[in-house]
Nanobody
Framework: QVQLVESGGGLVQTGGSLKLACVAS????????MGWFRQAPGKEREFVAA????????SYADSVKGRFTLSRDNYKNTLYLQMNNLKPEDTAVYYC????????????WGQGTQVTVSS
């Protein structure tokens, strides 16, 4: 089992920044990839960004390219999401996800952290 805990959400003005963190614990040797997803009220959960845990592959949703940046601290089993130039459309609950098999579904999830961007 892998446990994920997100932190770093909050309330910011349009154009502001936040840095989210996701700490993985448990059987972290299983990890293939970790990523961030978000869900706004009335909408489906959508992909934001993800990376392989030990490799260099990166992927970002078109809506956040140039504004959001992933980083890792493998020694601390922590994934970060630096979010700059935030927009009201970024308002959502942000979830950290993890997967253990390439091309499989993300099967482990954190509890979520709320990000609210005022207009």
């Amino acid at each position: 089992q892998v446990q994920l805990v997100e932190s770093g959400g909050g309330l910011v003005q349009t154009g502001g920044s936040l840095k989210l963190a996701c700490v993985a614990s448990g059987d972290t040797l299983q990890l293939y990839a970790m990523g961030w997803f978000r869900q706004a009220p009335g909408k489906e959960r959508e992909f934001v960004a993800a990376c392989t845990w030990l490799g260099s592959a990166r992927s970002y949703a078109d809506s956040v390219k140039g504004r959001f940046t992933l980083s890792r601290d493998n020694y601390k089993n922590t994934l970060y999401l630096q979010m700059n130039n935030l927009k009201p459309e970024d308002t959502a609950v942000y979830y950290c996800g993890a997967k253990v098999v390439k091309n499989s579904e993300f099967g482990f999830w954190g509890q979520g952290t709320q990000v609210t961007v005022s207009s």
